[in-house]
């Protein structure tokens, strides 16, 4: 195990390693009740999306960790499922067959973008002022995950608000926080895991703890083949281009499903892996050097692509690296060993979906919180007192929050930079790369506001 993962190399233990996993998966476990639940409503099958979301969490996050050798997992992202139930089928009109055919090209072109090294230009084309914003920004996001999710954030008078601590998940979520903040104050090991089981069993006699339903393993494996290999049977990926008039419309879909799952995991790896060292400044000259994948982050960025179209061809949504990972990293993973056991807990949930349900929002809520705490210290290395540079950076870090997506805080922080720039007479310092970028930012917004 020493000898594969490299683990002394990466200063992380066996221990570590499995502490770091667990934390990772119970922060990032309710996408498997979560996902088949939102898919369903387009018409797919609640127990086939539950056995898919599991089978694709397990392959991608398997791929993260025996390839790339790095701490991250990978599931079907939220945002992009609903974005493929409530834009693309139920406002564009097209089937979940179309849809998972479009993640499907989706998921080619992302593989194709990363073997020809764009992906990683694009990341190395990111200022380091913005690197920072965005690393800050994804620990303010992490933190807004967490507080939505329990519900003491609401927006009930259609503005946003502190709920009114009169229900028992909030209790549970300010007893799980109050003893997650102590333990890491205090700097116990595994001290976010501890706390996830704790407040999990804290819940309990407040009756927040309780198993949701779900399909049993047998029930779910009889719904499985109505959407494995969905994209090439009838009504699938040849229907897609049948009618030349919606051409149009199904290359703008799939650009939008493109842009956001790249960035995503672009702003994913710079706000997490530099600044805990897994992308280090020798990986990233291993990177430079020659052709092929030399380093971590291009093997990382070759699992991440691979997983959407894997995904689809399962029958999910956009599978994607999760940002809940920091959980996980921030417990003290550094290397693949984290994510294979991420992976066998997927794998154990398949047949043990009830118990991994039980575990409340209002104790992974605690974790993604202090996660985000710790994260937003990226900030300080960005210099406030300079406007030109704060003001991009604020967008990048503000959006993210505000509007529930990281390459929408990826992208006002481009768009701003460029401006700045622009109108300071410093347009020469701005990349190629980030005025192609913030471009296609741009197009892609305009071509949203028309469809």
């Given at each position: 195990?020493?000898?594969?993962?490299?683990?002394?190399?990466?200063?992380?233990t066996?221990?570590?390693?499995?502490?770091?996993?667990?934390?990772?998966?119970?922060?990032?476990?309710?996408i498997?009740?979560v996902?088949?639940?939102?898919?369903?409503?387009?018409?797919?099958?609640?127990?086939?999306?539950?056995?898919?979301?599991?089978?694709?969490?397990?392959?991608?996050?398997?791929?993260?960790?025996l390839?790339a050798n790095?701490?991250?997992?990978?599931?079907?992202?939220?945002?992009?499922?609903?974005?493929?139930?409530?834009?693309?089928c139920?406002?564009?009109?097209f089937?979940?067959q179309?849809?998972?055919?479009?993640v499907?090209?989706c998921?080619?072109?992302?593989?194709?973008?990363t073997?020809t090294?764009?992906r990683?230009?694009?990341?190395?084309?990111i200022?380091?002022?913005?690197?920072n914003?965005?690393?800050?920004g994804?620990g303010?996001?992490?933190?807004?995950?967490?507080?939505?999710?329990?519900?003491?954030i609401?927006f009930d008078?259609?503005?946003?608000a502190?709920?009114?601590?009169?229900?028992?998940?909030?209790?549970?979520f300010i007893?799980?926080?109050?003893?997650?903040?102590?333990?890491?104050?205090?700097?116990?090991?595994?001290?976010?895991?501890?706390?996830?089981?704790?407040t999990?069993?804290?819940?309990?006699?407040?009756?927040?703890?309780s198993?949701?339903?779900?399909?049993?393993?047998?029930?779910?494996?009889?719904?499985?083949p109505?959407?494995?290999?969905?994209?090439?049977?009838e009504?699938?990926?040849t229907s897609?281009?049948?009618?030349?008039?919606?051409l149009?419309?199904?290359l703008?879909?799939?650009?939008?499903?493109?842009?956001?799952?790249t960035?995503?995991?672009?702003g994913?790896?710079?706000?997490?892996?530099?600044?805990?060292?897994?992308?280090?400044?020798e990986?990233?000259?291993k990177?430079?050097?020659g052709?092929?994948?030399?380093?971590k982050?291009?093997?990382?960025?070759?699992?991440?692509?691979?997983?959407?179209?894997?995904?689809?061809l399962?029958g999910t949504?956009?599978?994607?690296?999760?940002?809940?990972?920091?959980?996980?990293?921030?417990?003290?993973?550094?290397?693949g060993?984290?994510?294979?056991v991420v992976?066998?807990?997927?794998a154990?949930?398949?047949?043990?979906?009830?118990?991994?349900?039980?575990?409340?929002?209002a104790?992974?809520?605690p974790?993604?919180?202090?996660?985000?705490i710790m994260?937003?210290?990226s900030?300080?290395?960005?210099?406030?007192?300079?406007?030109?540079a704060?003001?991009?950076?604020f967008?990048?870090?503000?959006?993210m929050?505000?509007?529930?997506?990281?390459?929408?805080?990826?992208?006002?922080s481009?768009?701003?930079?460029?401006?700045?720039?622009?109108?300071?007479?410093?347009?020469?310092e701005?990349?190629p790369?980030?005025?192609?970028?913030?471009?296609?930012f741009v197009?892609?917004?305009i071509?949203?506001?028309l469809l």
């Amino acid at each position: 195990m020493e000898k594969f993962f490299h683990l002394k190399e990466n200063g992380t233990t066996v221990s570590t390693e499995i502490i770091a996993g667990l934390t990772t998966f119970f922060a990032m476990s309710y996408i498997i009740v979560v996902n088949p639940s939102i898919l369903s409503q387009s018409g797919m099958e609640w127990g086939a999306v539950f056995l898919a979301t599991i089978i694709a969490s397990i392959i991608g996050t398997l791929v993260m960790g025996l390839v790339a050798n790095v701490p991250y997992a990978q599931a079907p992202g939220m945002g992009l499922n609903a974005f493929f139930v409530y834009t693309v089928c139920f406002g564009l009109g097209f089937t979940w067959q179309q849809a998972l055919s479009m993640v499907f090209i989706c998921g080619l072109f992302n593989i194709f973008i990363t073997i020809t090294k764009i992906r990683k230009y694009i990341m190395k084309s990111i200022p380091a002022s913005l690197q920072n914003a965005i690393s800050g920004g994804i620990g303010i996001f992490v933190a807004y995950i967490g507080l939505l999710n329990v519900g003491i954030i609401n927006f009930d008078g259609g503005v946003p608000a502190l709920s009114t601590l009169n229900q028992p998940q909030f209790w549970v979520f300010i007893i799980g926080l109050a003893l997650t903040i102590i333990l890491l104050a205090r700097k116990v090991q595994g001290a976010i895991l501890i706390s996830i089981i704790a407040t999990t069993i804290i819940g309990i006699p407040f009756g927040v703890t309780s198993p949701q339903e779900t399909t049993s393993f047998s029930e779910a494996c009889q719904a499985l083949p109505t959407t494995f290999l969905a994209i090439f049977k009838e009504g699938g990926i040849t229907s897609l281009f049948s009618d030349p008039s919606k051409l149009p419309l199904v290359l703008i879909t799939i650009f939008s499903f493109s842009i956001t799952d790249t960035f995503d995991t672009i702003g994913t790896f710079i706000g997490t892996g530099r600044r805990s060292g897994i992308f280090s400044a020798e990986d990233e000259e291993k990177m430079n050097q020659g052709s092929g994948f030399n380093s971590k982050l291009d093997r990382a960025l070759f699992a991440d692509a691979t997983a959407t179209s894997i995904g689809a061809l399962i029958g999910t949504s956009n599978t994607t690296t999760f940002v809940e990972s920091a959980s996980g990293i921030e417990a003290g993973g550094r290397t693949g060993l984290t994510s294979c056991v991420v992976a066998i807990c997927f794998a154990l949930s398949a047949f043990l979906a009830t118990f991994v349900s039980a575990v409340p929002f209002a104790a992974t809520a605690p974790a993604l919180v202090s996660v985000g705490i710790m994260m937003v210290s990226s900030f300080r290395d960005i210099d406030w007192s300079d406007f030109n540079a704060a003001v991009p950076a604020f967008f990048a870090g503000i959006f993210m929050a505000l509007c529930y997506s990281i390459s929408y805080g990826i992208a006002a922080s481009f768009v701003f930079y460029c401006v700045v720039k622009v109108f300071t007479g410093k347009a020469k310092e701005i990349h190629p790369i980030l005025w192609v970028c913030t471009g296609l930012f741009v197009l892609n917004f305009i071509l949203l506001a028309l469809l």
